[in-house]
């Protein structure tokens, strides 16, 4: 009586002990969003207590400079941010928070309500700050659908803390929203940061407002 001893080889197949975490698969959401981004940069020359000052080599002593090409010809700098309000008012301006009191109580803004009006410059203004919680020099910013490049206004690499207005914005990590980009979630309309993400404090290089 012959028996038939099957001796094939199970191969149980091992999965390696490690396991393997793509990190590379962070999906960027919003990448669909239209960038078309323009070699045209913001004027570097500014008005200070009535001298021009080129804020690329330095702001002098200004405290906090206003660049609203679609209002004024030249970017106007102040001594201080209150100053820089006044001006706002003046010219027939929105100052955030003015019209929109919700603002700080939504921290995210729903997916169904994109609906914003597409002219030229924001209602308000996105506000970055050199120091944390709104302290120190800031830069008010207003022109969309086109990514402003810091440098040229000498706050290349200086925002600590921001408030975003009435639009969304995306902030890149080098200039024309070339590298990494802030989480844009954090970036979205009436947002504000006392302090950057992460890796992210004195890194910003262009702000695209869309
Ligand atoms: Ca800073």
Redesign the pocket.
Known sequence: MTRHVCNGPRRLVRVGSALLVVAALIAVSAVSASAASSKRGPAAVAMFEGRAIDLASGWQGAQSCLVWPEVLTTVECFSSEAGLKTRVVQLGGTLPGQSARSASSMPFTSSGGGATTASASCSSFVRLY??VFYTGASLWLSSRSTWLNLSSLGFDQ???SFKIGACSAYFADYSNGGGAWYPTWATQAWHVAPWMASGWD?DVSSVFIS
């Open positions: 050199d120091g200086r925002t600590s004195n």
